[in-house]
């Protein structure tokens, strides 16, 4: 039972990328997804979040605009398109899972305090010319 980040890579500024958080061994259902990302020296930060039953979305004011998170709930899959990428956007992603029947999810100020039930091992983001 986990999730499992994909779709990291080598881009250039003004490049995209589309990662995908897939789930194993569970439904997503009943869960909300957020993304976190982790620059070397920096704290986590919370990126975008998306619900699990009425699709709300919620971003970071620092990739507001360019990135874009989705979800399949047919093939249990969380996306998040970046476009637009900038170097400071240089991180590990992850996406974490949070069950929305025990946790109330209402976007990302409080993404740091939520009861997760699974983290993935992150894929690296890399941006640089």
């Known amino acids: 039972v986990e999730v499992v980040e994909s779709g990291g890579g080598l881009v250039q500024p003004g490049g995209s990328l589309r990662l995908s958080c897939a789930a194993f061994g569970f439904r997503l259902d009943y869960y909300a997804i957020v993304w976190f990302r982790q620059a070397p020296g920096k704290e986590r930060e919370g990126v975008s979040c998306?619900?699990?039953?009425?699709?709300?979305?919620y971003y970071a004011d620092s990739v507001k605009g360019r990135f874009t998170i989705s979800r399949d709930n047919a093939k249990n899959m969380v996306y998040l398109q970046m476009n637009s990428l900038k170097p400071e956007d240089t991180a590990v992603y992850y996406c974490?899972?949070?069950?929305?029947?025990?946790?109330?999810?209402?976007?990302?100020?409080?993404?740091?305090?939520?009861?997760?039930?699974?983290w993935g091992q992150g894929t690296q983001v890399t941006v640089s010319s």
């Open positions: 998306i619900n699990n039953n009425d699709g709300r979305t």
């Open positions: 974490a899972a949070v069950n929305v029947v025990r946790t109330r999810v209402a976007g990302l100020d409080d993404a740091d305090s939520y009861d997760y039930d699974y």
